[in-house]
């Protein structure tokens, strides 16, 4: 079994900035890629509209995001990886000061 999260987060709104955060994450480092799955993180999409960012991630049901963000402190090369991020990132007016992602809530399902 796993679950889903969904999540947001908003780029600097310059096409540029745009264009280079896509263009990175069309080859995403390979310690990134494996910090994502020791973390639990079964398959991971991000979708861009305009200037906004949504992420799914599929993980296995004892994934939780406390754990993730410690193994990330933990992991010089994904810090990296976040601090070049960060670059590009603009948080979403709701997010707390330590939090760049935001989980939505769900509000509708077909099959429900």
């Known amino acids: 079994m796993s679950k889903r999260h969904c999540l947001g987060l908003d780029l600097h709104d310059d096409s540029r ?7 990175y994450h069309a080859d ?10 020791d973390s639990g993180i079964l398959d991971m999409e991000i979708y861009l509209i305009g200037n906004r960012l949504f992420m799914i991630i599929e993980a296995e049901d004892s994934f939780s995001f ?21 670059a590009f990132q603009k948080t979403l ?12 809530k769900r509000v509708f399902k077909l099959a429900e």
């Open 93 to 104: 007016p709701q997010s707390t000061p330590d939090q760049k992602w935001v989980e939505g």
């Open 17 to 23: 900035v745009i264009e280079e955060y896509v263009r």
């Open 66 to 86: 406390e754990r993730k963000n410690a193994m990330d402190a933990a992991n010089p090369k994904v810090q990296e990886w976040e601090a070049l991020m960060g």
């Open 28 to 37: 995403v480092w390979p310690e990134v890629k494996q910090s994502l799955r």
